[in-house]
């Protein structure tokens, strides 16, 4: 049963990626505004957008 | 917008917010410059909204406290612990015992972050309750936080038990979503403005005949300004040059356009309409008969809990009763068995910890909240509707608060040829009075005859000679000797060489709703406060029947001393009003309404934003936030209940790891289903659902 302690290990390491990528979108500002995103699609894009950053 | 870029390639970078109205641009400098940047917005038909005043910089700065990586922690950590927390629970064999302290260990682990990062805030603000010698629901809160992390370690570390990792986390998890919930912000509206986001930016001086624009600020007394139409004065002035008729409706009340003559003193805040006129400044923007309003120390105080709430109230008795029920179980105990004391004593703090009433108040409120959203009345917070329920006066501004930019509506009864129409159109462009100014834009521009003879009686009517002919104008007691008081409405007759020819009708448009709105006097006192002059007093008494209910010709600093003076009695007093002068009376006011019929235009700082189209809904807004006091109290009863229940275990000192974990999160999910619930049958009840 020792694997359980390996197992809980990796579990630990993955939710505590996940949990590092939600402050990473946070902190960049990806949440900051939920709603234009799902407009912009809309949008014509016929030329290459300009590069965001 | 976002493809500025191709209109002009100096644009690097353009991201349109849609619900903050916003648009981040990022541009070269060197090759676009700011004032070319706005002429091109403005040429593609988004003229961006220059403005004195920093809203943007300040409703950014609200959403700093890491509210949501707060939450994230917390609930990540909630996951995990009930995950370990699991084996626990459904029994471990023997053979298995030296996971019991594995995972107790990784629980604690688990819970420092939870402690330390998601709940730092509890502590700070039981620290500075401490300090002030007051108690509110966060010292409670924070003893429980504390209390459930020393006795998890202690258990653990000595593997005496299991200790409530999982209440714990479950616990913080909450109060931050409750915390969440709470903070709705409306991006689109500001309840922050002042002056300074109605007054222009920029103002054109002129200096020996040349003109040029400087910024407000550099404004000084003396210099010679120019205003065109439609332009706003920033600052006390004396009338040069041009003929000066000015709207005065936002600043004063004043619902007509007032004729100034030169060398007259013009108020900062009117607006000119008409040609352009030459002005010099006699007083610093910050120091004019409005502005100076500013200055007031309605507006240097701190703006939050002007009422005590519902929570803080209880929260003080509560947290007395707990601690002494915490200490007579360790008491009780400690003679007889010192572990089994101590036991009890954390177990009561532990099960007592008002999680449930911490909920209560901000689900109800933020259910509260978007149902008034959903009817076009925004509050700033979520604060505001326990003290939308707790009023007990209520005070209109008149002039664009119940009356409507459409205002007064023109009628002659009788019948009048094109000449006797002259005659009283030139008689009436000499009176100062709003009614004859009426009934000169109700005839229009006609020629102007010379009067021989004219004399006006104050607030009565005029008489005059003019072309050899004799004109009588007024009220019906000037006119006729008497005067019939069943009258409803203004009326002003007409009498040309001694024969009567008719009367001119006057009917007031007032907000639609208003009927409804005046039976609140039932339940409230209504006042009204009018910077107009008193001409509608007849019409609006069938709305405030009661005695000294109306007030006319208040300045603005007169309106904030009324409520100042109605609060020294006692009221809980709302304010109603829209414009600048009814600013200071919307901030020292417990509750300050503005009323717009454009959200997105300006409005004067205040704790709410109501739509002139839900203006007839008032008194159901009123209604349902008493019914959402009515929740919040019935919910507090739920959560006493189940922190009885507990208590009966906790004091016999056998709280049970599993028990806590139970009775936390099924008291909490009481607590939201049931507030939630019936906010919204509260909300169908006065059917503003």
């Not at chain 2, 024969?499 to 009917?507: E, H, P, Q």
């Amino acid at each position: 049963m020792s694997i359980i302690y390996f197992l809980i290990g990796c579990s630990l390491f993955l939710a505590t990626c996940f949990l590092g990528a939600f402050f990473w979108a946070q902190k960049t500002g990806q949440n900051d505004d939920l709603h234009t995103p799902s407009m912009r699609i809309l949008l014509d894009d016929n030329d290459e957008l300009p590069d965001e950053k | 917008l976002e493809q500025l870029h191709r209109i002009n390639p100096a644009v690097i970078y353009c991201r349109v917010d849609f619900l903050k109205k916003q648009l981040n641009i990022r541009f070269d400098h060197h090759k676009l410059s700011l004032q070319q940047l706005v002429e091109l917005l403005y040429d593609i038909g988004y003229e961006p909204v220059i403005s004195l005043q920093d809203i943007i910089k300040k409703q950014n700065l609200v959403n700093k406290d890491r509210l949501v990586s707060k939450i994230a922690v917390a609930g990540f950590c909630f996951g995990n612990v009930m995950l370990f927390s699991f084996p626990e629970y459904l029994g471990i064999s023997s053979f298995e015992h030296s996971f019991q302290y594995f995972f107790g260990l990784i629980n604690l682990i688990i819970c420092i972050p939870v402690v330390f990062y998601s709940g730092r805030g509890y502590f700070i603000s039981a620290w500075n309750n401490l300090k002030n010698k007051t108690l509110n629901i966060d010292f409670p809160l924070a003893l429980g936080i504390a209390v459930l992390f020393i006795r998890t370690a202690v258990e653990v570390l000595t593997k005496t038990g299991a200790g409530f990792a999982d209440t714990l986390c479950g616990l913080v998890f909450f109060l931050l979503i409750g915390k969440f919930v709470q903070k709705k912000t409306y991006h689109h509206i500001s309840f922050e403005r002042d002056y300074r986001s109605f007054f222009p930016v920029a103002v054109h001086i002129v200096n020996d005949g040349v003109e040029k624009p400087i910024a407000l600020g550099q404004l000084q007394t003396n210099q010679r300004i120019i205003i065109r139409h439609n332009e706003i004065i920033p600052a006390d002035a004396i009338l040069l040059k041009g003929d000066a008729l000015i709207d005065f409706s936002f600043v004063t009340g004043e619902s007509v356009l007032v004729n100034k003559t030169l060398g007259e003193i013009i108020y900062a805040g009117g607006r000119q309409t008409g040609e352009a006129i030459e002005l010099e400044v006699i007083k610093p923007v910050s120091q004019s008969y409005l502005t100076q309003l500013w200055n007031n120390e309605a507006f240097t105080r701190k703006q939050d809990n002007r009422m005590q709430t519902f929570n803080e109230k209880v929260s003080k008795y509560f947290t007395v009763v707990l601690l002494i029920i915490a200490i007579a179980s360790l008491c009780f105990w400690l003679p007889v068995d010192v572990s089994k004391g101590f036991a009890a004593f954390t177990a009561v703090l532990i099960v007592a910890c008002p999680c449930a009433l911490a909920l209560s108040t901000p689900f109800t409120m933020s259910a509260a909240l978007s149902i008034f959203d959903k009817n076009r009345f925004y509050l700033k917070n979520a604060a505001v509707v326990e003290q939308l329920a707790r009023i007990n006066t209520i005070v209109f501004d008149k002039t664009g608060t119940i009356t409507t930019d459409e205002g007064n509506n023109v009628k002659f009864e009788g019948r009048m040829s094109a000449e006797q129409a002259m005659l009283v159109y030139s008689a009436c462009i000499n009176s100062i009075h709003p009614l004859s100014r009426l009934i000169c834009r109700f005839l229009g521009k006609r020629e102007r005859l010379p009067v021989a003879d004219y004399k006006e009686v104050p607030g009565q009517g005029i008489l005059a000679r003019i072309n050899g002919h004799k004109l009588r104008l007024g009220s019906g007691k000037f006119v006729f000797n008497q005067f019939d008081k069943s009258i409803n409405s203004t009326q002003v007759y007409v009498i040309i060489d001694d024969v009567y020819l008719g009367y001119f009708i006057f009917s007031h448009h007032y907000r639609d709703g208003m009927e409804e709105v005046s039976e609140l006097e039932n339940f409230y006192q209504l006042y009204l406060l009018s910077g107009d002059h008193d001409h509608e007093r007849t019409e609006l008494r069938q709305f405030f029947p009661g005695a000294d209910r109306m007030r006319f010709q208040q300045s603005p600093q007169d309106k904030l001393d009324f409520i100042q003076s109605l609060q020294q009695t006692d009221a809980k007093v709302m304010m109603v009003g829209d414009g600048l002068n009814d600013s200071g009376a919307l901030k020292q006011s417990d509750l300050g309404v503005a009323v717009t019929d454009d959200v997105n235009n300006f409005s004067p700082g205040s704790d709410a934003i109501l739509d002139g189209t839900s203006f007839s809904r008032l008194p159901d807004f009123l209604k349902f936030s008493k019914d959402t006091i009515k929740i919040i109290h019935f919910s507090f009863l739920i959560s006493l209940t189940y922190n009885l229940t507990g208590l009966s275990y906790a004091v016999t000192g056998n709280l049970s790891p599993l028990t806590a974990a139970i009775l936390m999160p099924l008291s909490t999910v009481t607590i939201i289903s049931f507030t939630s619930i019936a906010t919204h049958v509260a909300g169908k009840k006065r059917k503003l659902i």
